[in-house]
Each structure stands twice: as C-alpha cells, then as structure tokens.
C-alpha cells in the first residue's frame, strides 16, 4: 500500500498571504496525485489532478506541482473562504489519501 | 447539474447489517464508474469500494478492511446506487459518501482518471452496542 503523508498538520496564515502545503507518497507515484478542500460539514471538492491540473471551478490562486514523491499545493493570495482541510490522494496504486492540513485564515 | 444524495445511515449494534442508498440525477448511473468513501468522525478520508460501469461489467473492487463484508450494487431502473454493509464493527462508524469518478472523454470514449469530482453530502452509520 502507497503510504501519503501530509505536513504541516496545521498552517495558520493571514488573507493575502501564500499558503504552501506539502504532500510525499511513500513510493513514486509520477504525476498521480489529487488534492481536495473539505469545509466544515461539507464533502470534499477536488481541486487539483494529476499533481498540476486545475479541476473545473478551482480558483487560480491554486496551483499544484511535484512528482515523484513530493507534491505541493500552492495557495497564492490567501483568502477567508480558503479555511478548510485540505487532502491529497493518490491514484497510482488504488486510491489512499492524507491525513490532511487543516488551513486556518487569522 | 450532477447531484448525489445518500441515504440510510443509521445506528446499528456490531455484527448488525446495513443498506446504503445513494440517488443520483442529472446524468445515468450505469455510464459512470462510482465508488464510496468513508469518513470516521474527526478523522481523513477512506477508499471503501468501486463498481464500474454496465459497459465494463458492473465489476466491483472493495479496500481490504471491508472485503468480503461489503457489496456494492446498482438498480439502473432507479439510478441509484447501493452500499450493503454486513458484520459491521466499531470502526465502521463513520460518514458514508457516493462519489462519481472524474473521467476524460474524447468524442465518444471516455477514460477514467481514478479521482473523484462529484460527492454526495453523506449519511452517518454509527456502530455501537
């Protein structure tokens, strides 16, 4: 089973400032990585596939990057909507998911 | 617009069974490839199982720690999608949710790209004596 762990566990930023989550599978997954926001109460939504693409209806203040083991969920300029978990998800080997960030906006 | 609204989370005592539903609309169960995840209170997001489409043979795959307990199904005539839970355990509590996977399609072929990109809003079952 690919491993997926997720750092910081908790970031807590400012609006305006840039948010930089972190995403390292425990085996070369390439390219083959998601990430999703959950709110309180709600579902998750996807936001980024396959490490770089954009879901439909994802802001351009993310943006993804990284293969290999290493990913990177980029927020550019932070907004108070923003505050939520964020997942990454691996798709190389089944389907397994972080533990998540939980982004707070002061 | 895609919609999915499960149903049928309930309390129920361990070795107890279940039955899950999850309704959708705006688009044909049987064209999509969907799966369930879990998520136990306070805690992250578990794969439980898929079933693939009629055209791939409705051919289902389930996570380790609910094989051979868990049966995912489709009753095309009502597009709904279904979760039957059986010797459930403790930590089976959890929120259910149906998931459509995202595909990429050209012309008349579709490829799935094993994430998900529509959920539903999830139904709670909680197991405890």
């Known amino acids: 089973e690919i491993v997926v762990t997720q750092s910081p566990a908790t970031l807590s930023l400012s609006p305006g400032e840039r948010a930089t989550l972190s995403c390292r599978a425990s085996?070369?997954?390439?390219?083959?990585l998601g990430w999703y926001q959950q709110k309180p109460g709600q579902a998750p939504r996807l936001l980024i596939y396959?490490?770089?693409i954009r879901a439909t209806g994802t802001p351009g203040r993310f943006s993804g990057s990284g293969s290999g083991t290493d990913f990177t969920l980029t927020i550019s300029s932070l907004e108070a909507e923003d505050s939520a978990v964020y997942y990454c998800?691996?798709?190389?080997?089944?389907?397994?998911f972080g533990q998540g960030t939980k982004l707070e906006i002061k | 617009e895609v919609k999915l609204v499960e149903s049928g989370g309930d309390l129920v005592k361990p070795g107890g069974s279940l039955r899950l539903s999850c309704a959708a609309s705006?688009?044909?169960?049987?064209?999509?490839?969907m799966h369930w995840v879990r998520q136990a209170p306070g805690e992250g997001l578990e794969w439980v199982g898929r079933i693939d489409t009629k055209a791939n043979g409705d051919t289902t795959d389930y996570a380790a720690p609910v094989g051979g307990r868990f049966f995912i199904s489709r009753d095309d005539s009502e597009n709904t999608l279904s979760l039957e839970m059986h010797s459930l355990k403790t930590e089976d509590t959890a929120v259910y949710f149906c998931a459509t996977e995202l595909q990429y399609c050209t012309g008349v072929t579709c490829h799935p790209l094993r994430y998900f990109d529509n959920w539903g809003q999830g139904t709670l079952v909680t197991v405890s004596s």
């Open positions: 705006a688009f044909t169960l049987s064209n999509a490839l």
């Open positions: 998800q691996q798709r190389w080997n089944w389907y397994t």
């Open positions: 396959d490490a770089s």
């Open positions: 085996h070369s997954i390439s390219t083959y």
